[in-house]
């Protein structure tokens, strides 16, 4: 794993939306507005893209969980922050799209973050928030959670959360949640291939901090080129899909980390320590 430069920050309630920590490679991130349950509000947004940012390039991180302090996940925007600003001259258009632009941003950026992140899942996870989980790489969660993509409920069809959610289960299930708004059980969602696991509540973060501890003890630079390749391939043609894997694989097998890992294993002999190169 290389050298551990671990650090710990932490934050009151009232002053922070998320509080960090860092240690043994792993980065935990959590969601700290338990009164607005975790909203997407700006300033939630604006400092969720500032610590990803920062992670991208942390060669000490080698996995992310994202959690939360409270009892429940995220419950997606926040409305009443987005009703105020329809007084704006043009009800609010513009910071409309501002606002949605940005949060599409974020779920892109943890597609493309170097390190893989998990979704650590209690309580509910609903609209945004559920499109947060989707566009997590991994996600485990509590047999109590729910999760709902529940826009159409309140008039307003889960558009851009429609697209994370759209890639990670079958088209008809998709459209089950986003059309009947309805909440589903932790187990409903594993079966559909939203999450990864389910697990008792008191199991939660050790069962995220085991996944994020296997990933952290394999090559960070194997993890990050085969994640990319991952999301890249997903949409082109099979043809166009295998001639990319298969260069990326050959750009693998220059690395240092696979050059020492295949002869360790042929050796039969103990995984290196990774450099990361």
Not at 25 to 35: H, S, Y
Not at 81 to 101: H, I, S, V
Not at 252 to 261: P, R, S, V, W
Request: aromatic share 6%; net charge negative.
């Amino acid at each position: 794993m290389g050298q551990d430069n671990s650090t710990v920050e932490t934050h009151s309630v009232d002053e922070m939306p998320i509080l960090l920590a860092v240690e043994n490679g792993v980065a935990v991130i959590t969601l700290n507005r338990p009164k607005a349950i975790n909203a997407l509000s700006e300033d939630m947004l604006a400092i969720l893209q500032t610590t990803f940012d920062r992670l991208a390039s942390d060669s000490a991180v080698k996995a992310i969980i994202l959690r939360t302090s409270s009892s429940h996940f995220c419950a997606g925007h926040n409305l009443k922050e987005m009703t105020l600003r329809r007084e704006d001259d043009d009800n609010g258009k513009a910071y409309f799209q501002d606002l949605f632009a940005t949060c599409s941003k974020l779920m892109q950026t943890i597609i493309t973050q170097p390190q893989p992140v998990i979704a650590e899942v209690r309580g509910i996870a609903t609209a945004a928030g559920c499109q947060l989980v989707a566009a997590c790489d991994l996600a485990v969660a509590s047999d109590t959670a729910r999760f709902a993509t529940s826009g159409v409920n309140i008039g307003l069809f889960c558009s851009t959360p429609m697209v994370a959610l759209s890639r990670n289960v079958t088209r008809k299930q998709a459209m089950e949640m986003l059309l009947l708004g309805e909440f589903l059980s932790a187990e409903r969602v594993c079966q559909m291939g939203l999450i990864n696991r389910v697990v008792s509540e008191g199991s939660l973060e050790d069962e995220a901090m085991k996944l994020a501890q296997i990933i952290a003890d394999k090559s960070s630079a194997a993890v990050k080129i085969g994640k990319k390749a991952f999301y890249e391939q997903l949409d082109m043609p099979l043809p166009q899909a295998y001639a990319y894997a298969g260069q990326v694989m050959a750009e693998n097998m220059l690395f240092q980390d696979a050059e020492a890992g295949i002869g360790a294993f042929i050796a039969k002999e103990t995984m290196p320590q990774w450099k990361g190169k």
